[in-house]
């Protein structure tokens, strides 16, 4: 949360986000997107920088399963809190 910037002026209030994402099998993050959108016509500013941020956290360790690296897909929850 300390790296999300947003307006000090915006008035849109969004408590949660769910940003979903894939680590693949290098450990880099891959599709990330807003599972559950907060508005229907476009993503919000809080959308919009989570998705920027998660798409600068690189080095993840990659999902493993019968000892092969696999892609793995995160659902992350995102509570925001103003004031």
């Not at 002026?9 to 949660?16: A, D, G, I, P």
């Not at 990659?62 to 659902?75: H, W």
Request: proline share 5%.
């Amino acid at each position: 949360m300390k790296e999300i910037h947003y307006p000090k002026q915006q008035k849109e209030l969004q408590t949660k986000i769910y940003l979903t994402f894939v680590i693949d099998t290098s450990g880099n993050v891959r599709n990330a997107c807003i599972y559950k959108p907060y508005f229907d016509d476009g993503l919000s500013i809080f959308e919009k920088e989570a998705i920027k941020i998660i798409e600068n956290f690189n080095d993840w360790t990659s999902g493993e399963q019968d000892e092969k690296k696999v892609p793995v897909r995160m659902y992350l929850p995102i509570i925001i809190e103003l004031g």
